[in-house]
């Protein structure tokens, strides 16, 4: 696809064990968790700490896995807090409520960051979970008939995406390529109607029959029993247009070097955690690990686009 030069890339993959074309991506912030530590050693962990979790999944397995090798290798006791809305955990790491958390990828961030004026900071990657276009009567992109409509959800962080996902399976162009921020008064030119739907809704458009593809995040496409099979494309992971999407370990900027911190970010990567995280997102996970300089400045450039959106 047309892709602008100035759109963030994340490096290459150094562990990913799954391929990018599971069928199926995540919610508008894929499922995670929110992390919180209260220290009562110094940074490197050497003396007991006790770590509140506040978490999106609570109920997860891997979440007790995780608490587990916590208290084994770092002597860490980590404590679990569920957040059921998303607008809640970077208020709470702001106001100190947290030290942590891990329920977002970099462009939500780069938004909550552009229209608060906060300087949170990712310091360690989870995954990515790729966000597939599906269609039920068609197995290709290329051949979906002229003006055939295809839904996107209609809200600001899914727009961008499913538009770069249907820029990047040759259905339209964006303004420059696109960006994190991208919205349909940037398609220059298109073989499909866009339609816009709630993200709840762009399943049950496609099974109606209404639209014939439609962008449907992972929990939608669960919840309505597509198959995989009718994921007819999806974003790779290693692009540019789906760098923005990882998802990460967020602290205040003033804790972004905490050694206890990083280490925490390090151990979602243990193979039991991983295998524990595939197993609750049915396989689908592109594992990353991403270095917390290179994350950060990918939030600059991404919060940057944020700022040129008219998001401050």
Same mark, same amino acid.
């Given at each position: 696809?047309?892709?602008?030069?100035?759109?963030?890339?994340?490096?290459?993959?150094?562990?990913?064990?799954?391929?990018?074309?599971?069928?199926?991506?995540?919610?508008?912030?894929?499922?995670?968790?929110?992390?919180?530590?209260?220290?009562?050693?110094?940074?490197?962990?050497?003396?007991?700490?006790?770590?509140?979790?506040?978490?999106?999944?609570?109920?997860?397995?891997?979440?007790?896995?995780?608490?587990?090798?916590?208290?084994?290798?770092?002597?860490?006791?980590?404590? *679990?807090?569920?957040?059921?809305?998303?607008? /809640?955990?970077? %208020? &709470?790491?702001?106001?100190?409520?947290?030290?942590? $958390?891990? =329920?977002?990828?970099?462009?939500?961030?780069?938004?909550?960051?552009?229209?608060?004026?906060?300087?949170?900071?990712?310091?360690?990657?989870?995954?990515?979970?790729?966000?597939?276009?599906?269609?039920?009567?068609?197995?290709?992109?290329?051949?979906?008939?002229?003006?055939?409509?295809?839904?996107?959800?209609?809200?600001?962080?899914?727009?961008?995406?499913?538009?770069?996902?249907?820029?990047?399976?040759?259905?339209?162009?964006?303004?420059?390529?696109?960006?994190?921020?991208?919205?349909?008064?940037?398609?220059?030119?298109?073989?499909?109607?866009?339609?816009?739907?709630?993200?709840?809704?762009?399943?049950?458009?496609?099974?109606?029959?209404?639209?014939?593809?439609?962008?449907?995040?992972?929990?939608?496409?669960?919840?309505?029993? *597509?198959?995989?099979?009718?994921?007819?494309? /999806?974003?790779? %992971? &290693?692009?540019?247009?789906?760098?923005?999407?990882? $998802?990460? =370990?967020?602290?205040?900027?003033?804790?972004?070097?905490?050694?206890?911190?990083?280490?925490?970010?390090?151990?979602?990567?243990?193979?039991?955690?991983?295998?524990?995280?595939?197993?609750?997102?049915?396989?689908?996970?592109?594992?990353?690990?991403?270095?917390?300089?290179?994350?950060?400045?990918?939030?600059?450039?991404?919060?940057?686009?944020?700022?040129?959106?008219?998001?401050?």
């Amino acid at each position: 696809m047309s892709e602008s030069p100035d759109a963030p890339q994340l490096p290459a993959r150094r562990r990913s064990r799954w391929p990018w074309i599971a069928a199926a991506a995540a919610v508008v912030v894929a499922a995670g968790a929110v992390i919180a530590i209260t220290t009562s050693g110094d940074d490197d962990g050497g003396d007991a700490t006790t770590v509140r979790i506040g978490v999106a999944d609570a109920s997860a397995p891997y979440w007790k896995t995780y608490q587990d090798l916590a208290k084994q290798r770092l002597n860490v006791t980590v404590n *679990l807090v569920n957040f059921s809305d998303y607008s /809640q955990p970077n %208020p &709470a790491l702001k106001e100190k409520q947290l030290e942590l $958390n891990q =329920f977002q990828h970099i462009q939500y961030l780069a938004n909550y960051n552009a229209t608060s004026g906060d300087d949170l900071q990712p310091i360690g990657a989870t995954a990515v979970y790729p966000l597939p276009l599906y269609s039920l009567k068609f197995k290709t992109p290329q051949e979906l008939p002229a003006g055939a409509k295809v839904a996107i959800p209609n809200d600001a962080i899914n727009q961008a995406r499913g538009l770069l996902v249907l820029q990047a399976a040759g259905l339209v162009t964006l303004k420059g390529g696109g960006t994190a921020f991208s919205s349909t008064a940037d398609v220059e030119s298109k073989k499909v109607d866009v339609v816009t739907l709630d993200a709840s809704q762009t399943a049950g458009a496609l099974q109606a029959g209404s639209v014939a593809g439609a962008i449907v995040n992972n929990n939608y496409a669960t919840s309505a029993k *597509l198959p995989r099979d009718n994921a007819i494309f /999806q974003d790779d %992971p &290693a692009s540019a247009s789906a760098a923005p999407y990882v $998802n990460i =370990f967020t602290a205040r900027k003033a804790d972004k070097d905490n050694a206890t911190y990083l280490k925490l970010a390090e151990l979602y990567h243990d193979p039991a955690v991983e295998k524990g995280v595939q197993e609750a997102n049915g396989n689908v996970a592109v594992l990353r690990t991403v270095s917390a300089a290179d994350l950060q400045a990918l939030l600059t450039t991404v919060q940057d686009q944020a700022v040129a959106a008219g998001k401050k």
